[in-house]
């Protein structure tokens, strides 16, 4: 695998579930994100990892926590969303100290929520 | 406050002209600009970027231009192609923190 991978690509849930998405990178980047892109929005940054530290951490709600083990794995956890959650979530990973913050992003997930 | 803007959400040219994307941005703080491509059902790839010290970037059929006291950039794609209909954000970066513009669909006919 090369680049920017994320599992799964789509993903149907109800409001009580509780899933994970999961995003790794095979670039040695040591700087990972999460976007959301709901339909007609700019992307939004939603958190921001550093060699594994949470750098950033865009005023979401609780019901999406982030996991970042190592600086190849990302996951975002979720339980208890709401309908307007349904959106494009992406990953992406930079180098952290490149001054363009080159951003090399994964195919994303499509998530509904009923 | 949407500190990144882009004014037309979709723009069509002929194949073999030049197309012309836009964006605005209100931040002065922005340090770097960056061009992105997204196709359907593919995340966005990096496609170009400029320094704020510049004011000119040019990498093949993409050339981008900053104008800081206007807060302009674009990105000029010429001759344009059918394989470059696509999405276009622009982003600007401000320490490390990408803001992106909400993407123009470039439709290129044969």
């Known amino acids: 695998e090369t680049g920017v991978t994320q599992t799964p690509r789509h993903l149907v849930m109800g409001m009580t579930n509780k899933k994970s998405l999961k995003c790794e990178q095979h670039?040695?980047?040591?700087?990972m994100y999460w976007y959301k892109q709901s339909a007609k929005k700019p992307l939004e940054l939603m958190f921001v990892y550093n060699f594994k530290e949470q750098t950033e951490n865009n005023s979401v709600p609780s019901r999406f926590s982030p996991e970042c083990p190592n600086s190849s794995h990302l996951f975002l956890h979720l339980h208890t969303l709401q309908p307007e959650d349904s959106a494009l979530y992406l990953c992406a990973s930079s180098q952290a100290r490149d001054p363009s913050n080159e951003q090399f992003f994964g195919p994303g997930t499509r998530l509904t929520v009923l | 406050d949407q500190q990144v803007k882009q004014n037309s959400p979709s723009l069509s040219v002929q194949e073999g002209r030049i197309s012309i994307l836009n964006c605005d941005y209100t931040n002065s703080m922005f340090d770097y600009f960056l061009w992105y491509k997204k196709y359907p059902a593919e995340g966005p790839t990096f496609l170009i970027s400029i320094s704020s010290i510049k004011d000119k970037n040019e990498d093949g059929r993409f050339t981008v231009f900053l104008n800081k006291s206007a807060k302009h950039l674009s990105l000029h794609i010429v001759p344009s192609q059918p394989g470059d209909s696509a999405v276009y954000f622009c982003a600007a970066n401000n320490a490390g923190k990408s803001t992106f513009g909400d993407g123009t669909t470039l439709t290129v006919k044969p």
């Open positions: 670039l040695g980047h040591n700087a």
